[in-house]
């Protein structure tokens, strides 16, 4: 019976390790996400920001964001 408990040990030690490692690449993603959709942000004209409702000042605030923000 002792074995059995043992064996089972191991296991409960790496899911923190597997959710730690799942959370640090959904951070990593959702970064990733972010730099590519404000450098779309700022390929934008003024015509294409005023037909979404940004502002030109919203924009530089936006992209003075860091990436991990």
Do not use: C, Y
Request: no cysteine.
């Amino acid at each position: 019976m002792d074995n059995l408990l043992n064996v089972s040990a191991p296991a409960l030690l790496k899911k923190p390790r597997l959710h730690r490692l799942k959370r640090l690449l959904q951070s990593l993603a959702a970064a990733l996400e972010r730099a590519r959709t404000r450098r779309l942000l700022g390929q934008l004209n003024d015509q294409q920001l005023s037909d979404l409702g940004i502002s030109h000042a919203d924009r530089i605030n936006e992209l003075d964001k860091p990436f991990w923000r």
